[in-house]
């Protein structure tokens, strides 16, 4: 798997998550760019806002925790925890999955001169955001047809769509951290990284 050349592919990103929320198949096609479109700017608009410079003390003087816990780390069970959020103001990162992932990334191209930690941090810190401002991911909500009943809900994707601009936008990256969760599973889950890196190569 040839990360650095991944990491220049002009992929569209926004698509390849929305294509992975559980609700994808109910949101007209004709409404999915559209989605995709104002997650982006939603996200980068968060960043623009954002006045800070450092995230980490940014955390610290909203009273965010962050807590870097360890996990077991075995292959046939990938579907790690990278980072998430947890309401109403706890960040978690995967202290584990960094250090076996840490040599590996070093060692790519496209990544040099970043932190992981920076980036899973900028990524968690959107939902923060998202929810304490009622952004446009939190308050977007998809009605869909079940049967005879009408539902809303929201579209998860949109917050991990901007999520991903925000981290991109405010850490002014050359390439999505979409990229870096892929390039963070391929020491630990090498075949199940590639098969998810073939899906958003086919992605147009
Ligand atoms: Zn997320």
Redesign the pocket.
């Known amino acids: 798997m040839d990360f650095d050349t991944l990491a220049q592919e002009d992929i569209n990103y926004g698509k390849y998550l929305l294509s992975q929320d559980h609700l994808y198949k109910k949101i007209p096609e004709n409404q999915r760019s559209k989605l995709i479109q104002q997650a982006v700017e939603c996200g980068k608009t968060a960043a623009e806002n954002l006045a800070a410079d450092d995230l980490w003390d940014y955390c610290h003087q909203e009273k965010i925790e962050i807590e870097f816990f360890q996990e077991e780390l075995k292959a046939e069970n990938f579907r790690f925890v990278l980072a998430e959020f947890q309401l109403p103001n706890r960040i978690r990162l995967n202290q584990s999955l960094l250090t076996a992932a840490e040599p590996f990334l070093l060692a790519q191209d496209f990544f040099k001169d970043q932190r992981v930690a920076d980036i899973l941090l900028a990524?968690?810190l959107y939902?923060y955001l998202e929810n304490q401002q009622q952004l446009f991911t939190i308050k977007k909500q998809l009605t869909y047809q079940t049967g005879p009943f009408k539902r809303q809900a929201r579209l998860h994707a949109l917050?991990?769509i901007a999520?991903m601009s925000f981290a991109q936008a405010h850490l002014d990256l050359p390439f999505s951290p979409v990229i870096l969760n892929l390039a963070l599973l391929y020491p630990i889950a090498p075949d199940y990284s590639e098969q998810l890196a073939k899906r958003l190569l086919v992605i147009d």
């Open positions: 990524h968690e939902h917050s991990e999520a």
